[in-house]
C-alpha cells in the first residue's frame, strides 16, 4: 500500500482526543489540518473498507497521523503546485502550435481559471504573441479568483486573446465557502463585479436564474440543459 496526504478544512470544534480531533459542535473559526492516509495494495477500485477490531493493512484504509497547519502553508503549496501545472500548460499550447493549429479554445473552470490566466500572463512575459493570437475564446466559469486579483492578472497581460467569456452565478455555493474561508473576499465567479468586466470587453453570461439540476451550483455550465 502507500500512505497519501490529504489537506483537509473543518469548521468543527477541535476536542482533546488526539485522534479523532474535531468533535460534532461548530466552531467560528476554520482549522486545517494535514492528514496522513494508509491506501491499502488489495483493494477494488472507488471502494473503501473500513477497519474493524482487527484492522488489515493489505486491505483496509487507515488513519496514520494528523497535523495542524496553518492557512498559508496551504497557499505555498497551492502556489508551487499551480507554477507547475502553468508550465505544463504552456508547454502543451506551445506544441499545438507547432502543430499547425489555427485555433485554440481555452477554458477553465473553478480554480481552473486561476491557471489558464496565469498561463496567459506568462505567454505574455515570454512575448508568445504568435500562441497568444490563436487562443480565441477564452472561457472561464465558476472562476475561483478574488476579484483584486483578477484585475491585476488582466491588466498584466497586454495581448490579452479575444473574446473573453465569464460565466458566474451568485448562488454558487461552493465559490461562496471558498470567499469565507479567503476572509469574504468575492470571487469573479458570483459575479459581484459585473459591469467592471463588461466594461473591460468581457462577455459575462449569467446562469443564476438556470435550472442546473445540481445542489452547489459549481458546475451549472456543465450542469443546465438548456446550455
Not at 497519501?4 to 459542535?25: A, C, F, H, M, W
Not at 502550435?97 to 491557471?115: P, V
Not at 473591460?200 to 455550465?221: C, P, W
Request: aromatic content about 4%.
Amino acid at each position: 500500500g502507500s500512505v497519501r496526504e490529504i489537506l483537509v478544512v473543518t469548521n468543527r470544534q477541535p476536542i482533546e482526543d488526539s485522534l479523532i480531533k474535531y468533535g460534532s459542535e461548530r466552531a467560528k473559526t476554520m482549522s486545517f489540518d494535514a492528514v496522513c492516509v494508509w491506501v491499502p495494495k488489495n483493494r477494488e477500485p472507488g471502494s473503501v473498507s473500513f477497519p474493524g477490531q482487527a484492522p488489515d493493512p493489505s486491505r483496509d484504509y487507515g488513519l496514520i497521523d494528523t497535523r495542524t497547519i496553518h492557512a498559508e502553508e496551504i497557499e505555498n503549496h497551492l502556489d508551487k503546485r499551480l507554477n507547475a501545472l502553468r508550465d505544463d500548460l504552456v508547454q502543451v499550447l506551445e506544441v499545438i502550435d507547432q502543430a499547425g493549429a489555427d485555433a485554440i479554445f481555452l477554458m477553465g473552470h473553478s480554480m481552473g481559471s486561476l491557471l489558464v490566466m496565469e498561463t496567459l500572463r506568462q505567454l505574455d512575459l515570454m512575448e508568445r504573441r504568435d500562441i497568444l493570437d490563436k487562443i480565441s475564446p477564452v472561457v472561464l466559469a465558476s472562476t475561483a479568483i478574488d476579484n483584486d486579483v483578477f484585475q491585476s492578472q488582466l491588466n498584466s497581460i497586454e495581448n490579452r486573446p479575444e473574446p473573453s467569456v465569464i460565466f458566474v452565478s451568485k448562488d454558487d455555493g461552493a465559490l461562496g465557502l471558498s470567499q469565507r474561508l479567503r476572509g469574504g473576499r468575492a470571487r469573479v465567479g458570483r459575479g459581484t463585479d459585473i459591469a467592471r468586466l463588461q466594461d473591460q470587453g468581457i462577455f459575462v453570461i449569467y446562469l443564476t436564474e438556470l435550472d442546473v439540476g445540481e445542489v452547489t451550483r459549481h458546475s451549472a455550465l456543465a450542469s443546465a440543459p438548456a446550455l
